[in-house]
Antibody, heavy 120, light 110 residues
């Protein structure tokens, strides 16, 4: 059973950047792809992006174009989400999740979430 | 505005059966499988139904899913108080080339 452990709470100023990590245990990145989903206060789930192995690409949602970088370090089984030019409406809980290989929206396992607060 | 449309609230009494709908289009539900997630307050989302109608191990048989054309449904029978949660449908959108979630349906057990 894969376990995903995310980095801790972040408080950031508008215009700055945040980098959230997601470490997988009891599994390797050879068996799944990490994607990122966020939930702003009072809002629904929003896919941000991640690896889509069935297409052999990494992709991200259009609304994050130019602001998001998703990377993975296979040697440490750790994935990273970096979001730049932070705004107040980026305040949200950020989750990493494993995308089952061969699937497009099937997220089997989830991290515990990382709260990012953007405030001046 | 979500690409997938879900009714905002739903409610039922213990033991009742409730259905939550998810409406999309030919570029998403019509051409891809649907997955359902349960989101409890303070917890990470949990996969509830995958590939339209399959239950992961550990999910009770009270939960079932279906898909017809460009719509999908989640049914919960024998409603229990701990089913109170927000339920999200999700699929891939071929035009957006993105995972899309419904807006979520908050289920209240009266």
């Amino acid at each position: 059973q894969v376990q995903l452990v995310q980095s801790g709470t972040e408080v950031k100023k508008p215009g700055s950047s945040v980098k959230v990590s997601c470490k997988a245990s009891r599994g390797t990145f050879n068996n799944f792809a990490i994607n990122w989903v966020r939930q702003a206060p009072g809002q629904g789930l929003e896919w941000m992006g991640g690896a889509i192995p069935i297409f052999g690409i990494a992709n991200h949602a259009r609304q994050f174009q130019g602001r998001v970088t998703i990377t993975a370090d296979r040697s440490t089984n750790t994935a990273y989400l970096e979001l730049n030019s932070l705004r107040s409406d980026d305040t949200a809980m950020y989750y990493c999740a494993t995308l089952r290989l061969g699937e497009l929206s099937l997220f089997d396992h989830w991290g515990q979430g990382t709260l990012v607060t953007v405030s001046s | 505005q979500s690409v997938l449309t879900q009714p905002p609230p739903a409610s039922g009494t213990p033991g009742q059966r409730v259905t939550i709908s998810c409406s999309g289009s030919s570029s998403n539900i019509g051409n891809n499988t649907v997955n359902w997630y349960q989101k409890l307050p303070g917890a990470a989302p949990k996969l509830l139904i995958y590939s339209n109608n399959q239950r992961p191990s550990g999910v009770p048989g009270r939960f079932s899913g279906s898909k017809y054309g460009t719509s999908a449904s989640l049914a919960i029978s024998g409603l229990q108080s701990d089913d109170e949660a927000v339920y999200y449908c999700a699929t891939w959108d071929d035009t957006l080339k993105a995972v899309v979630f419904g807006g979520g349906t908050k289920l209240t057990v009266l």
